[in-house]
């Protein structure tokens, strides 16, 4: 079997892709990434130096670069993790969410419609929802649950979404879709929440926190959520949407504190800054849908994941310091240049 996997120098996409290269020995796998700032080819190092995996420089959203690919390839599923997915960026800057979370989707669907795959999976998000008021621990989000975004970035992905949904009634194009709580795990850009309080805790500089850190998320060992994914992959039914949490809610503030007391740093860090534009409140996915239909499981505690991420990013201090000192948008080169 040959795989497209798309954003696959990102932080899900690349452990999609080791967790892959374990799982199913002999796929072809093929990364498709167009670097840009969260796509960090150096993640994939261990992969390209082995040659485990094919990888090409480029945006879904080139139409011509994408058929290319598939008609040399002949990719039989391809599974879609590239995406803008930083919700600050898309207050700043919608204009480029739209153009790959949308307008990409569509050109690697046209390409599945032209050369054919036995699956397309779309890899969506939990926030295409909306939030859950913080009072109601009660209500969950359910795959039925209306779409109703908050920022550019959710609401491009839901866009995406509901052209997948559109190409499988229109076109008959054999698809699935996953919606995912928030994960955490190795490789994870440091501007998001837990890599980013990380490296900030062990350079004791202070930990910018939005509003009271009231606000409360499930949180997902992206190793868990890969598994999932390939199950989702290999036996979901056609047209489906499947949730994927880890029911492992927590406010901002407990990750932080959490994060903290295992490093040993004072609490004295927390710095609370004025609160993002339209954040939502809450959170939580209801995976019942996926648990009973794969028998899937979140097998990694949140007690036990944060521990392993926590230790992941203290032996591997040079990949993360890399990104923020942006040495890692020069990866590229020096790994090519030569080629």
């Given at each position: 079997m040959k795989v497209l996997v798309t954003g696959g120098a990102g932080f899900i996409g690349s452990n999609f892709l080791y967790y892959m290269r374990k799982r199913r020995p002999d796929y072809k796998l093929v990364c498709l990434d167009a670097l840009t700032y969260a796509g960090n080819l150096s993640t994939l190092d261990p992969l390209l130096k082995n040659n485990e995996i094919d990888f090409v420089k480029g945006s879904i959203s080139d139409r011509d670069l994408v058929y290319k690919l598939f008609e040399e390839y002949k990719f039989d599923y391809v599974v879609n993790f590239a995406a803008e997915s930083h919700v600050d960026?898309?207050?700043t800057n919608p204009e480029i969410f739209l153009q790959t979370n949308i307008i990409g989707t569509q050109v690697l669907m046209d390409a599945c419609?032209?050369?054919g795959i036995k699956r397309f999976h779309q890899v969506s998000t939990d926030e295409v929802y909306g939030d859950l008021p913080l009072d109601r621990p009660d209500l969950l989000f359910t795959e039925e649950t209306p779409i109703n975004t908050s920022s550019p970035y959710s609401a491009s992905k839901a866009s995406a979404d509901l052209m997948v949904q559109a190409y499988n009634r229109t076109f008959?194009?054999?698809v699935t879709i996953s919606r995912c709580s928030n994960n955490y795990g190795p490789y994870h850009f440091p501007e998001k929440l837990i890599p980013l309080i990380i490296s900030r805790a062990l350079n004791d500089q202070d930990l910018p926190v939005y509003g009271t850190g009231e606000n409360v998320r499930d949180w997902l060992h992206v190793k868990d959520h890969c598994a999932?994914?390939?199950?989702?992959?290999?036996e979901g039914k056609d047209g489906e949407v499947y949730n994927i949490g880890?029911?492992?809610e927590k406010t901002n503030l407990e990750i932080v504190k959490t994060?903290?007391?295992q490093l040993g740093k004072p609490e004295s860090l927390i710095k609370f800054v004025t609160d993002r534009a339209g954040h939502d409140l809450r959170?939580?996915?209801d995976p019942a849908k996926t648990i009973k239909e794969f028998n899937w499981q979140p097998t990694i505690m949140f007690d036990d994941g944060i521990k392993q991420t926590i230790q992941w990013y203290l032996d591997n201090k040079e990949w993360w310091k890399n990104i923020i000192n942006g040495e890692y948008q020069t990866y590229y080169d020096e790994m090519y240049k030569e080629r």
């Open positions: 960026r898309s207050i419609r032209k050369y008959k194009l054999p999932a994914i390939d199950i989702i992959l290999h880890g029911n492992n994060i903290l007391k959170y939580a996915i």
